[in-house]
């Protein structure tokens, strides 16, 4: 069920990276940051490593230097996956943390950002994440949705999906492989009431946009322009 790909290149977790805060939110522990004055939220979802990866929370923090209220819940409860633990591979992970709860966890988070004065909330999420997004892009209250390198995620979740929604994918990718990809995006333009979005980027594995090498600067690039892209999609439909 899961590829050896969901796993690569780990990231040193630190709760106390990025320039924003750890509180409770909407019964959550959660990585904030931005301002509420500009009333548009972004939530993001992790991958399977969890809401204390630095470059996601960097990543996060882009986000709100582009005009947006971002928050980070740790849906995983505080038990990211870990690749050195033998006694619990993946597999046997993913079991006790299934993406219907992470949808389900993440009500109450997009009701207190309304709470707050939100008034337009997009999603975006990672690898686990995206499944997570795939469930509550089907909802009307959601403004935009971005999937980056998505695992489990369907042709029956795209065909479902009701907010304006971005794919950008992977060219090395065994979780969402182009050919899925694709699939989705067929699915998408016979759905001319949802804006979309689908790209696949040429030479870069699963995971890259949150887990790339800092040292590689092609691989830092095509990072960076999925950021852009994504906040591009935020800035055209969350508003």
């Given at each position: 069920?899961?590829?050896?790909?969901?796993?690569?290149?780990?990231?040193?977790?630190?709760?106390?990276?990025?320039?924003?805060?750890?509180?409770?939110?909407?019964?959550?522990?959660?990585?904030?940051?931005?301002?509420?004055?500009?009333?548009?939220?972004?939530?993001?979802?992790?991958?399977?490593?969890?809401?204390?990866?630095?470059?996601?929370?960097?990543?996060?923090?882009?986000?709100?230097?582009?005009?947006?209220?971002v928050v980070v819940p740790?849906?995983?409860?505080?038990?990211?996956?870990?690749?050195?633990?033998?006694?619990?591979?993946?597999?046997?992970?993913?079991?006790?943390?299934?993406?219907?709860?992470?949808?389900?966890?993440?009500?109450?988070?997009?009701?207190?950002?309304?709470?707050?004065?939100?008034?337009a909330v997009g999603i975006?999420?990672?690898?686990?994440?995206?499944?997570?997004?795939?469930?509550?892009?089907?909802a009307d209250n959601i403004?935009?949705?971005?999937?980056?390198?998505?695992?489990?995620?369907?042709?029956?979740?795209?065909?479902?999906?009701?907010?304006?929604?971005?794919?950008?994918?992977?060219?090395?990718?065994?979780?969402?492989?182009?050919?899925?990809?694709?699939?989705?995006?067929?699915?998408?333009?016979?759905?001319?009431?949802?804006?979309?979005?689908?790209?696949?980027?040429?030479?870069?594995?699963?995971?890259?946009?949150?887990?790339?090498?800092?040292?590689?600067?092609?691989?830092?690039?095509?990072?960076?322009?999925?950021?852009?892209?994504?906040?591009?999609?935020?800035?055209?439909?969350?508003?």
């Amino acid at each position: 069920m899961s590829g050896p790909q969901c796993c690569e290149n780990p990231p040193t977790l630190s709760s106390s990276s990025g320039v924003g805060t750890v509180e409770n939110f909407g019964g959550l522990k959660t990585y904030i940051t931005g301002s509420l004055d500009s009333k548009r939220g972004i939530l993001l979802v992790s991958d399977i490593f969890g809401f204390e990866a630095p470059k996601l929370r960097k990543l996060a923090d882009k986000v709100a230097s582009a005009g947006f209220y971002v928050v980070v819940p740790d849906f995983l409860y505080a038990d990211p996956y870990d690749p050195e633990n033998s006694e619990r591979p993946l597999q046997v992970w993913i079991k006790t943390h299934g993406a219907d709860k992470g949808s389900d966890d993440a009500k109450p988070v997009i009701a207190a950002l309304e709470s707050k004065g939100i008034s337009a909330v997009g999603i975006a999420g990672f690898c686990w994440g995206a499944k997570v997004v795939a469930q509550l892009a089907k909802a009307d209250n959601i403004k935009a949705a971005v999937m980056l390198h998505p695992s489990f995620v369907t042709v029956d979740d795209i065909k479902e999906v009701k907010a304006p929604i971005a794919v950008l994918g992977a060219e090395i990718d065994k979780m969402s492989p182009p050919e899925l990809v694709k699939q989705f995006e067929e699915v998408l333009s016979a759905k001319p009431e949802v804006d979309s979005h689908v790209k696949i980027f040429p030479g870069v594995a699963h995971g890259w946009t949150v887990r790339y090498n800092e040292e590689d600067e092609a691989a830092v690039k095509s990072a960076e322009e999925a950021h852009q892209d994504m906040i591009g999609w935020f800035t055209k439909h969350v508003k």
